[in-house]
């Protein structure tokens, strides 16, 4: 069972900063390949949220690191 993810404002934050930081820092590959290992992670956490504690904080939220 598939499920839609959401990310926090502050995970939207982090990301954003993250990626910027290697489009200014890195070369163009190591922002690719990172965007796809994060997309890849991403995927497994919809497909299979069973897999990862809820989060005690935001009920509704599981905690993937």
Do not use: G, Q
Not at 30 to 39: G, L, R, S, T
Request: a positive charge; aromatic letters at 8%.
């Amino acid at each position: 069972m598939s499920r839609d993810l959401k990310l926090t404002k502050t995970a939207e934050t982090h990301l954003r900063n993250l990626i910027e930081y290697l489009d200014n820092s890195w070369p163009e590959k190591v922002k690719i390949d990172f965007i796809k290992k994060m997309d890849n992670c991403v995927s497994k956490v919809a497909m299979h949220p069973n897999l990862f504690p809820r989060s005690f904080i935001k009920k509704d939220c599981i905690n993937v690191l």
